[in-house]
C-alpha cells in the first residue's frame, strides 16, 4: 500500500471502526436529516458513509429503499444489527464514498450524516453522490461547522497530526455554506441550509476528552501515533482539547452546533 491516498484511508477505515458508542448521539440527528431531505416511502435512498446505519434504518423505517455503505467494516456489522433489531430491510455494503459502486441517476435522494466530509477529496466525493442521484432528486447532509466544537476539536487535531497527502480538503471545510455552494456548483438548485444543535452529555472536560480518544477516529489515531513515542507532545494535545471543551460544557452538557445543506439534482 504505497499511495499516501491508500494509506490515509486505511487509517480512517481503522480509526472509525471503534465509533458505534457515539450512535447514541446521532440517532437524534438522524431523524431531523432525513426529516430536512423530505424521504418518502418508495423513494431510493442511499446513505453514504453511513456508519451505523442510524440514518439508514430511519428512512428505512418511513418506508424508503435504502442502501448505506461505509469504509469500515466494523461498523457496518453494527449498522445491520440496527436494522434487524428495527425489522427493516437494508442493503450495507462496504465501499469507498470516491468510488460509488452505484449506476449513473440510481437514486432519488443521497443523503450523509458527518460522514462524507471525512473522504479526502470533496470534488470526487460530491461528484459521485451527484452522479448516483437521479435528475430531480435531493442530495441532503450533515456536516460540522468550523467554528463548532466539534469544528474545532478535528481542526486541533489536525494541528496535531503530520501533513495528509496532496489534495486532501480539511473536513470542517463541508461545514462552510460558501464552501458547499461552491461545491455544489451549478449542478444543483434550490439550494438550502438550517442549522441545529446536538446535545451531547460529560461529566467533565476530561470526561469528553476520554470519550473522544475511545470512540472518535482521528483522535484515535492521534493517540495512538503519540503514545509513547512523544508522550509530551500527547499531553499538550490533551490539555489543548479540555481547554477547548471547556468553553462549551456546561451542566453536564456540551453543545455541539451542525449544519443541514439540501439541494436538488439539475
Not at 145 to 172: H, K
Not at 181 to 203: C, K, Q, S
Not at 231 to 257: H, I, M, T
Amino acid at each position: 500500500m504505497s499511495d499516501p491516498l491508500d494509506k490515509f484511508k486505511q487509517m480512517q477505515r481503522e480509526g472509525w471502526a471503534h465509533f458505534a458508542p457515539l450512535e447514541a448521539w446521532t440517532t437524534p440527528t438522524a431523524a431531523q436529516l432525513v426529516k430536512y431531505a423530505g424521504v418518502r416511502a418508495g423513494q431510493k435512498v442511499l446513505d453514504v458513509a453511513c456508519g451505523t446505519g442510524v440514518v439508514a434504518v430511519t428512512a428505512a423505517r418511513r418506508g424508503a429503499v435504502v442502501t448505506g455503505l461505509d469504509l469500515t467494516p466494523e461498523l457496518l456489522v453494527r449498522a445491520r444489527e440496527n436494522a434487524a433489531i428495527a425489522g427493516v430491510q437494508i442493503d450495507f455494503r462496504e465501499g469507498d464514498a470516491e468510488a460509488l459502486p452505484f449506476a449513473d441517476g440510481a437514486f432519488d435522494v443521497v443523503l450523509s450524516q458527518f460522514g462524507h466530509m471525512f473522504a479526502p477529496r470533496p470534488d470526487r466525493t460530491i461528484g459521485e453522490m451527484l452522479r448516483v442521484l437521479a435528475p430531480g432528486g435531493t442530495i441532503a447532509f450533515s456536516t460540522w461547522p468550523p467554528e463548532s466544537f466539534v469544528g474545532r476539536m478535528f481542526s486541533l487535531v489536525g494541528a496535531y497530526m503530520p501533513p495528509p497527502p496532496p489534495g486532501v480538503s480539511p473536513p470542517v471545510q463541508w461545514g462552510d455554506p460558501a464552501t458547499v455552494r461552491e461545491r455544489l456548483g451549478a449542478a444543483v438548485h434550490d439550494l438550502t441550509f438550517a442549522r441545529r444543535t446536538m446535545v451531547v452529555g460529560a461529566l467533565s472536560p476530561e470526561h469528553s476528552r476520554v470519550n473522544m480518544e475511545r470512540t472518535a477516529g482521528p483522535v484515535i489515531k492521534l493517540v495512538e501515533m503519540l503514545t509513547g513515542k512523544d508522550d509530551a507532545r500527547l499531553a499538550k494535545f490533551r490539555a489543548d482539547y479540555e481547554r477547548s471543551v471547556s468553553e462549551f460544557l456546561e451542566d453536564n452538557v456540551v453543545p455541539q452546533d451542525f449544519l443541514m445543506t439540501r439541494a436538488v439534482k439539475n
